[in-house]
């Protein structure tokens, strides 16, 4: 299920009917189980440590305002957490000066963490978010390579909780605090090598069924999914790390912070920074002039900055299982390589073993290969990595996948407008994360009223 999905650079904004604020009646939890206690979350002394571009954005609001936006990416269980209601009905009662929760997901049937990283890429990358959750399963290795990915190229917090307990984890009752598809301790590992925020979900839900003498199915409402009592208990678990710990582990500057510019005498504005993405936060006047914008000393149109949309299988693609969709058996991610041209990209297989063509509408045929094999176009501009191509044994003669490769920078920014209209556009995204220079070159007569470059330095550079 998605919620949302389109990509943008600069100024420009998603799909209005797809970026919907949640707003949901509250709704009573079904599935509480018959005389037992009610849940109550409990937060432990560093909960809450790895979250304090969340808490400050919170607490204190966001300026100019925004929704607050959160991405959650997994499987059923991800999706069984909701849409965002819990959020927009919660927040604001322990965060005043919060800002709208805008709550977007994309999940799959019984999706791991291997395929996500596509997801990560083509999706929330693009949106730039400011929280991602992923509540799902698979290996640890995988759970890795997803949070590099997305502490690459983004300065969102991320959460991952432990897997409730399903039926399957019976015969672990009272041995392991493992799940048949979840290591526990590995995942625990994984999160604190990269100062992610782990929940102990696992352990809570343990406590409450032992405390009230339940059996393991008394929360879920099917022999793996939990039901929504339990899925109130997950969310509350997640809310109660939004807290003050003893100490955060990183300084909200390191990864998003304003800086003022310099002028030149030839009404040139510029500015040096460390980091992948740089916002303009300035105001109109009927005065205002237009500037054409220079990146690294060239301009914007010339940026080495990509967005890729999400890579889309035709509706008449084959589909094979229970409740099968064409997002759950598709590339999930591709991989820019050299020399890229922005253009649409169209994928077609040419047999049912997994041969496929690749072409671009400027580009042209562009290489042949197999989603069982890695894959690097005629031009080198596509990488395709089959371990990001999920269930590629069902995919038939004649499906088709395309996406699109945009530039991820303006060209011009005009403060032509209503006098004082605060505004803020993203001059440019996706650069490599280290020291670049922007300058805006005047390109018509007018003033340039700038509150302050914002910029966004996510804590990792891509191995």
């Keep these: 299920m998605l919620v949302g999905g389109s990509f943008h650079a600069g100024a420009q904004q998603a799909d209005p009917a797809k970026r919907s604020l949640v707003t949901d009646e509250p709704r009573v939890p079904k599935g509480k189980p018959e005389g037992a206690a009610d849940y109550v979350p409990q937060a432990a002394e560093m909960d809450g440590q790895h979250l304090a571009l969340t808490m400050q954005k919170l607490e204190n609001g966001i300026d100019p305002p925004r929704p607050f936006l959160i991405w959650a990416l997994g499987s059923s269980y991800t999706n069984m957490l909701g849409s965002g209601e819990f959020w927009q009905q919660e927040i604001p009662k322990h965060f005043p000066k919060a800002p709208p929760i805008e709550y977007r997901k994309m999940v799959g049937n019984s999706c791991p963490w291997q395929y996500l990283r596509g997801w990560a890429r083509h999706l929330v990358e693009p949106d730039q978010p400011d929280l991602v959750i992923t ?53 625990r590992e994984v999160c604190k090598k990269y100062d992610v925020e782990f929940v102990e979900s696992r352990r809570d839900w343990a406590a409450y069924l032992k405390a009230n003498n339940l059996p393991i199915p008394a929360l879920l409402k099917d022999a793996v999914h939990q039901s929504d009592y339990g899925a109130q208990m ?113 994928l077609v ?105 914002e910029i966004f330095t996510p804590p990792m550079t891509q191995p």
């Design 135 to 187: 509540y799902t399963i698979g290996n640890p290795e995988d759970l890795e390579k997803l949070i590099i990915e997305i502490r690459s190229h983004t300065t969102a917090d991320i959460i991952v909780p432990s897997i409730h307990w399903r039926e399957r984890d019976q015969e672990l009752w009272g041995k392991s605090e493992n799940a048949a598809d979840q290591d526990v301790a590995k995942v």
């Design 349 to 453: 297989m040419t047999s049912d073993s997994g041969d496929y063509e690749l072409s671009g509408n400027i580009t042209g045929p562009d290489g042949k290969g197999n989603a069982f094999k890695p894959f690097t176009s005629t031009s080198g501009q596509i990488i395709i990595d089959p371990d990001v191509w999920r269930r590629a044994e069902r995919n038939r003669t004649g499906d088709r996948f395309t996406f699109s490769v945009r530039r991820a920078a303006v060209p011009e920014v005009s403060f032509q407008g209503a006098a004082g209209e605060r505004f803020v556009v993203r001059l440019v995204q996706m650069l490599t994360n280290q020291e670049h220079t922007i300058q805006l070159v005047p390109a018509t007569p007018g003033a340039a009223d700038i509150e302050a470059f």
């Design 234 to 346: 997950i969310n509350g678990n997640i809310l109660a790390h939004l807290r003050h710990p003893a100490k955060f582990s990183y300084d909200p500057a390191s990864r998003e912070k304003r800086v003022q510019p310099g002028k030149a005498a030839d009404g040139s504005i510029s500015a040096t920074f460390t980091g992948n993405r740089i916002d303009l936060i300035g105001k109109k006047s009927p005065t205002g002039g237009s500037y054409k914008v220079m990146i690294d000393g060239k301009p914007a149109t010339q940026a080495q900055a990509w967005l890729m949309s999400y890579i889309q299988p035709d509706a008449k693609n084959a589909k094979e299982g229970k409740g099968a969709n064409g997002r759950d058996q598709s590339p999930h991610g591709v991989t820019l390589g050299t020399g890229v041209i922005p253009q649409e990209w169209t």
